[in-house]
């Protein structure tokens, strides 16, 4: 077994991906890098995007299939939607899923709907890949996460995976979707490792994953939240209360069969969510519990989530704004004793 | 211009069934007989006419809300067209597009959209498809001139120029951005000039008469393929139509729209008939043949099933759990 960074992971899938289907194009914002300079060019391929995440494919295949565009999202996104529609699979790198609102009637209204408003002949196999997350100290228009923005709107499916094994599996089946897909990569999990095989399979889309099994509190986390949802669980193990984590992986379509397994087993539940918790993927799946699970619940469930506020920028704000380990343990503590 | 027979017989038949089909939905817009809001494009169909005819029938296309009389253009059925427009199960988007969306795949229609500017991206990505799978199609992108001030044109257009895509934007300039007036809203002397911006090649030329806009689009479209690159094309018409069906038309004043009148493109094409030796019984017969159809299309439509109302949770993925449509 080899471990690798979630980035390695999606660069890995990427190249694979590029190598066994030659419709699978790139187009983004520096998706290269260096293009331009014909009298002292610079170094071609330096940047692979902000965060080196496509660095090489434009010097494994060329610039006719990797295309570094100008900043023009709704150009290019609506680019991928015609060439996806004709045959082509692109995908598209949006540099970061803060910069959704200049494109947004591309995906909200091309993308998610042709296939339905025009009669069903035409498929959209797209797949835009997004940067999101806060704890970077990027401020309020380079940190937030969206999910539920696009997990809103019918015809789209929206990824957000945590590790790299995931990363990778779940990539590959993006890219293999017949239907526009949004993956979502957190920048604070980029740097982190885990066990990938060499011959990683495609995981399916709608396809949840029990991160932690446990019978005393069922934790639902959404992609970085599984990083502090483990240390929490780890935390109060020693309390002997045993936590299992859901990590759904998939938001749209979502496996809500495998959450309501879990309430069902422990009947106390505690959802976490970066985003803002106005109709969030938290107050999502939170409502899905009670209509269908209500007799199963020993207590209220609890959402952790960021407060109704843009990011702010100075480190002891922002890490105020991320749900902490701390609060969860507290969470867990009180629906365990509720 | 050398133009055959059948061709011809093709372009009389279509500028008449656009004008024919447009005055009867104006018709049952008054009657209130169908659901839904209505655009008809009456003053425009030498422009749809003679742009297609100058594309092959599977070259790509996308059309905006304003769509009934590219889509005739297009060769899509008439009676699914119809229906599409009643509402019904048998309509060109089974129910689920209505008036604003009519669009046919199978005919190289990429779309018909009701967001003013997203056809020509989506046009871009077809024609950038087309050039990395070495293809041959040919792709157009209709749009007014209130679309030339949005974003997603200028981007497409950028694009198109930067990655020598061969295409098509086709601006009809009707003279009104919905009620706004194009000599207010431009801020260029002419439409065309947009173009330069981009040092895209240009054309402009006089959207009432089908031949011309013919010649111009035939051009065009050897010039682009040859070249490899963009081509902006400007066609001056009149939108008689108000901006929907119901619009009271009163930012339009009389005397503008008598004077247009001069140059209705259904007349001129009448007038021009005999240039083409073709005469006048001859155009007599097409509009007989085309009213008929356009009547049986009309009787098709209103007898139709509608669709079952289930039928709503169909085709909106390819693939996902239907229990989680819900």
Redesign the interface.
């Given at each position: 077994m080899r471990e690798l960074t979630v980035k390695e992971a999606i660069n890995e899938a990427l190249f694979e991906s590029f190598e066994n289907d030659e419709n699978v194009i790139l187009m983004g914002e520096d998706i290269a890098g260096g293009k331009g300079r014909e009298n002292y060019p610079g170094t071609q391929d330096s940047w692979g995007g902000p965060f080196g995440v496509t660095q090489g494919l434009l010097t494994k295949f060329g610039p006719e299939r990797v295309r570094d565009t100008t900043i023009t999202e709704a150009g290019f996104f609506g680019a991928a939607v015609g060439a996806a529609m004709t045959g082509l699979r692109p995908i598209v790198e949006l540099m970061y899923v803060d910069f959704a609102g200049v494109c947004f009637d591309q995906l909200m209204n091309q993308a998610a709907k042709m296939r339905y408003m025009f009669g069903g002949k035409q498929s959209v196999p797209m797949v835009v890949r997004t940067v999101v997350g806060a704890g970077f100290r990027a401020g309020s228009e380079h940190s937030q996460t969206l999910y539920s923005l696009y997990a809103h709107i019918p015809g789209l499916k929206v990824v957000a995976p945590y590790d790299a094994f995931d990363a990778k599996g779940l990539l590959l089946s993006a890219i293999k979707d017949d239907d526009p897909v949004i993956f979502m990569e957190h920048k604070r999990l980029y740097m982190t490792k885990c066990d990938v095989p060499e011959d990683m399979k495609a995981i399916p889309l709608g396809k949840g994953r029990i991160r932690r099994p446990g019978k005393d509190v069922t934790i639902i986390a959404i992609q970085r939240m599984n990083l502090f949802a483990e240390e929490a669980a780890q935390k109060i193990s020693e309390e002997n209360i045993d936590c299992e984590i859901i990590d759904p992986r998939t938001y749209s379509p979502l496996d809500e069969e495998l959450i309501f397994e879990s309430v069902r087993k422990t009947g106390r539940v505690i959802v976490i969510d970066e985003s803002n918790p106005k109709c969030s993927l938290a107050s999502e799946i939170t409502s899905l519990i009670s209509e269908k699970c209500f007799n199963d619940l020993k207590t209220a469930v609890i959402k952790i989530t960021a407060p109704h506020t843009p990011i702010p920028f100075s480190p002891p704000m922002e890490d105020f704004y991320i749900p902490s380990t701390k609060k969860i343990i507290e969470a867990i503590k009180k629906v365990h004793n509720a | 211009m050398n133009i055959d027979k059948n061709k011809l017989n093709w372009i009389y038949k279509k500028l008449f069934t656009i004008r024919f089909f447009e005055e009867r939905i104006k018709k049952i817009a008054k009657e209130k007989s169908v659901p839904g809001y209505l655009h008809t494009c009456i003053g425009s169909e030498a422009i749809c006419v003679g742009v297609m005819s100058a594309l092959s029938d599977d070259d790509?296309i996308s059309s905006t809300y304003r769509n009934h009389g590219h889509a005739i253009a297009k060769n899509c059925e008439l009676k699914q067209i119809t229906s599409e427009i009643y509402g019904r199960s048998t309509?060109?988007?089974?129910g689920?597009?209505g008036s604003m969306?009519i669009?046919?795949?199978?005919k190289g229609?990429?779309?018909?959209?009701?967001?003013v500017a997203?056809g020509?991206?989506?046009?871009?990505?077809?024609?950038?498809?087309?050039k990395?799978?070495g293809g041959t199609k040919m792709s157009a992108t209709f749009f007014g001139d209130g679309a030339i001030h949005n974003?997603?044109f200028h981007?497409?257009a950028?694009?198109a120029k930067?990655?020598d895509i061969p295409m098509l934007f086709v601006c009809e300039n009707n003279g009104y951005a919905e009620a706004t007036a194009t000599d207010w809203h431009l801020n260029t002397k002419e439409l065309k000039d947009i173009a330069k911006a981009y040092d895209m090649i240009s054309y402009q030329g006089d959207g009432n008469n089908v031949f011309e806009v013919h010649q111009i689009t035939r051009d065009a479209i050897i010039e682009s393929k040859a070249k490899n690159t963009p081509i902006f094309l400007e066609f001056k018409n009149y939108r008689f139509s108000g901006q929907y069906e119901g619009d009271t038309q009163l930012y339009q004043p009389l005397e503008e729209i008598e004077e247009a009148k001069k140059n209705d493109p259904i007349k001129k094409s009448i007038e021009m008939a005999s240039e083409y030796n073709f005469s006048s019984d001859e155009i007599k017969q097409i509009q007989t043949d085309v009213l008929n159809e356009v009547n049986e299309a009309f009787d098709f439509a209103e007898t139709q099933p509608w669709p079952n109302p289930e039928d709503a949770l169909?085709?909106?993925?390819?693939?996902?759990?239907k229990e989680?449509?819900r």
């Open positions: - | 790509w309509g060109i988007c089974k689920r597009g969306h669009s046919d795949f199978d229609m990429l779309g018909s959209f009701g967001i997203a020509p991206p989506v046009v871009l990505g077809a024609a950038l498809q087309e990395i799978n974003g997603a981007e497409a950028g694009l930067l990655w169909e085709e909106v993925y390819v693939n996902y759990p989680l449509l």
